[in-house]
């Protein structure tokens, strides 16, 4: 009975418990594990002569900081969450999460606003959205911005995380991913590490097209953030 108790598949709700937790530990950091998002944007602002230069420098560090962080808590893990996921899967939301809402933040979306935190999970979990602006009266094409995004309505929100929740539960919630990490100790890392690699990349690409340049289209492309180890550094 114990173990079918500690074998239990996640639910629907587990997942957004894990969002909103990562959402809050974006906005407020992580002491002595990362600092907040608004420090993180500031940081790469000071350094560079654009918003756009800063997020772009911002994305090629998380994705590399994303794959290196999958790699090290596959052998042990850094950051607790309240679900039963692995730490390695735990903290590459986190940092991918981290990612999406320093673009944001960057291109002037208030963090604070229900409307910006559920286009960040939708942006985290790959969720199409062209509908939700149409029912919304906006107009497709038009270059999105923290506004226009305002004018979303709470209905709207609600089916939106309904199929964040649905989409992660699905990625997540099933025990032959959850268990990828424990099959021979360090071969589940590497391998991790490599997946969390190009999602992380495809996630990059897909948070600059929205909150930078201002494109919900639903197709996602790899062009925009080359990622290499050049002009990287700490944050």
Known sequence: ??????????????IMTLLDTCYDKCLNGIPKVSQSVDKLANDYLEKYVTK???????????????????????????????VTLPANITSVIYVQMR??????YLAGYDLDSDQTQTFIYACLAGITINGFFKQAGIKIGMKASNKLIGRIPGKALIA???????????????????????????????????MD??????????????FIAGDFSSSDNNEIVDVDNSDLYSD
């Open 160 to 194: 939106i995380n309904k199929k964040v929740g649905f989409r992660m539960f699905t990625k997540y919630g099933t025990k032959g991913i959850v268990n990828l990490g424990k099959m021979v100790p360090g071969v589940g890392a590497i391998v991790g590490g490599g």
């Open 1 to 14: 009975m114990k173990q079918q108790a500690k074998d239990k598949l996640m639910n629907q709700k587990d």
């Open 99 to 104: 990612m999406i809402a320093c673009t944001a």
């Open 52 to 82: 756009d230069e800063a997020c772009k420098a911002m994305l090629k560090n998380q994705v590399i900081k994303c794959t290196t962080s999958g790699f090290i808590t596959g052998f042990g893990g850094l950051i607790t969450m309240p």
């Open 197 to 210: 690699l190009v999602e992380t990349k495809i996630i990059a690409n897909r948070a600059y097209k929205w």
